[in-house]
């Protein structure tokens, strides 16, 4: 069992920057593909990013390419989502989430993924 714990969510002004962190609990995180969603009010879930096992591989959603970067730190179990110039169309909840231990590549589809975190709001003013 995983378990996703976010934090760094907040209220920032367009053109600002925040970091998300994704801390997981078990030894099976750095052999675990994990990924980052958001969800704003009404709509739908949204890709945002994923990355491999050690980070060989990342991709990202369309709308966040070039200002959003994914990495992570496997010694100390946590996941990151730097986010720079962000805009309002970024205010959403966003949220961690974790393939099983060995279990496919990186995907952009929410079903691929076993653990979910709670996750952590963002919001960006105008």
């Known amino acids: 069992q995983v378990q996703l714990v976010e934090s760094g969510g907040g209220l920032v002004q367009a053109g600002g920057s925040l970091r998300l962190a994704c801390a997981a609990s078990?030894?099976?995180?750095?052999?675990?593909?994990m990924g980052w969603f958001r969800q704003a009010p009404g709509k739908e879930r949204e890709f945002v990013a994923s990355?491999?096992?050690?980070?060989?591989?990342?991709i990202y959603g369309d709308s966040v390419k070039g200002r959003f970067t994914m990495f992570r730190d496997n010694a100390k179990n946590t996941v990151y989502l730097q986010m720079n110039s962000l805009k309002p169309e970024d205010t959403a909840v966003y949220s961690c989430?974790?393939?099983?231990?060995?279990?496919?590549?990186?995907?952009?589809?929410?079903?691929?993924?076993?653990?979910w975190g709670q996750g952590t709001q963002v919001t960006v003013s105008s």
């Open positions: 989430a974790a393939r099983r231990r060995y279990s496919g590549s990186v995907s952009s589809f929410a079903h691929a993924y076993d653990y």
């Open positions: 990355t491999s096992w050690i980070g060989a591989s990342t």
């Open positions: 078990g030894r099976t995180f750095s052999s675990s593909v």
